[in-house]
């Protein structure tokens, strides 16, 4: 069930945090008015390494911890209780913990199909909420979002951390010096290889697991362990493969560098060409974004050993990926200047015309996390606009988006920026919002 172990739990918490007192208390001090009292929506991976990170920093308490699986909820609630001796509230229904008027925040780490209802939920509920990318499963569901946290006025920050990041501030001002000259072309990678998934039969429910809740928003089907923990990644039904589960990152940092929200058009290739297991999604694709005098376009491998993100240990320190072989890079290619940038404290690099190098930033991958997270709890304070807000990321996601649409429709669609679906295609319009089964439902009015 990919539980989260007590040793992997002491991996991000320091020993010092052991000290932590009775149910709901900090593990940190700060001003008894000034603490954020905080929930977590899935025990997972990312789920359990964000609860980590939160409870390093002051003024949090950890109220609640939630999950339709009872062996995640119960496994990540002991190994957070071994380390800091806290123990927040358990519960397999998240809702609980909206109707706790002394919750704060959410943080909303589910699946991609349970992003837009479950934040929607709880900016209804008055919490504002940290939820992870992409901005949810549909360009209806992601709009929505936006909807209900400027209605609510609702503090909603994607775990976009390059958002944070000084270095990718540096880029965004450098692309705007004259000596780079106009950008009309960016290519944008997201290459490594992974794991076959394999092919499972469908099985019975696993016990402690509430498969009617996990489902959520997504269609009624038989249990498959393919589709469940993690696997759900590579399914129509919960996501949209590794361009909005990873390279959405990447995407991310380009859209902001060219600093354009709708293309005119999108046109997809590639397919399921080396996997041979259960996965939908595609393992090798190709996307291009068109606007108005730039190309923007996406490459995807899963199978390419050679292709690599940036080892953890070269984001924090100074030093560069071969950017060859790096996997999850952008090039933005100016009229005077080139760059290559790697995501996630990797730095970037600019070059003349000559291909003389001009030009390095660097940062540091761990602070640039906790600056995040640092962020959105000043920002649940003093009701600022987050760096990474859920509306900046919207536009983001919607590529990913656009990009699977065009890939599954099979030819190029035409972005209506009125209603940021499509013009005169009803087919890959079907594809902007799916219908819901009660009472898992998006409301139209939020």
């Given amino acids: 069930m990919n539980s989260i172990t007590r040793r992997e739990f002491l991996q991000y918490t320091t020993v010092a945090t052991a000290a932590a007192s009775a149910a709901g208390v900090s593990l940190n001090t700060a001003g008894a008015n000034d603490r954020i009292q905080i929930g977590l929506m899935g025990c997972g991976g990312r789920g359990s390494f964000l609860l980590r990170e939160f409870t390093k920093l002051d003024g949090v308490d950890v109220r609640y911890l939630s999950d339709p699986d009872s062996n995640r909820l119960n496994s990540c609630g002991k190994a957070f209780e071994s380390v800091t001796g806290a123990t927040p509230e358990r519960t397999g229904d998240f809702r609980e913990m909206l109707e706790d008027g002394e919750v704060d925040a959410v943080i909303n780490a589910t699946p991609d199909h349970w992003h837009a209802l479950g934040t929607i939920l709880a900016c209804q509920a008055g919490k504002d909420v940290y939820v992870e990318k992409p901005t949810a499963h549909s360009i209806w569901e992601s709009r929505k979002m936006v909807e209900a946290a400027r209605k609510y006025e609702r503090v909603v920050q994607v775990g976009a951390q390059n958002r944070s990041a000084k270095y990718c501030h540096h880029a965004f001002d450098y692309i705007r010096a004259g000596a780079f000259g106009n950008v009309h072309f960016v290519r944008v990678l997201n290459s490594k290889q992974r794991p076959e998934i394999g092919k499972k039969p469908d099985a019975p429910v696993p016990e402690g697991v509430n498969y009617d809740m996990w489902l959520g928003p997504a269609p009624m089907r038989p249990f498959n362990p393919n589709h469940f923990h993690y696997n759900w990644h590579w399914f129509w039904d919960f996501s949209g493969g590794d361009i909005i589960n990873d390279g959405v990152h990447q995407v991310d940092i380009a859209r902001w560098l060219i600093d354009r929200k709708y293309p005119k058009s999108v046109t997809s290739g590639g397919g399921v060409h080396y996997f041979k297991d259960d996965q939908e999604t595609p393992d090798t694709h190709t996307v ?61 690099e600019a070059y003349d015309g000559n291909g003389e190098s001009v ?64 013009i005169n295609d009803d087919e890959a319009n079907a594809l902007v919002k799916r219908s819901y089964r009660e009472p898992w439902v998006v409301p139209e009015q939020v």
């Fill in 288 to 348: 291009n974004w068109e606007y108005d005098g730039l190309t923007m376009v996406f490459e995807q491998t899963l199978w390419s050993p050679y292709m690599k993100k940036t080892p953890l240990e070269v984001r924090d320190l100074e030093q560069l990926p071969v950017w060859p072989f790096s996997g999850t890079r952008i090039e933005i290619h100016g009229t005077k200047q080139f760059m290559f940038l790697s995501r996630h404290g990797g730095g970037w």
């Fill in 359 to 422: 030009e390095v930033s660097h940062d540091n991958f761990t602070e640039i996390t906790t600056k995040h997270l640092e962020h959105f709890l000043d920002c649940v304070r003093t009701r600022n606009t987050p760096m990474g807000d859920i509306e900046d990321l919207h536009y983001s996601s919607l590529l990913c988006m656009y990009g699977n649409i065009a890939y599954r429709t099979g030819r190029r669609v035409y972005v209506n920026p009125e209603t940021e679906g499509f």
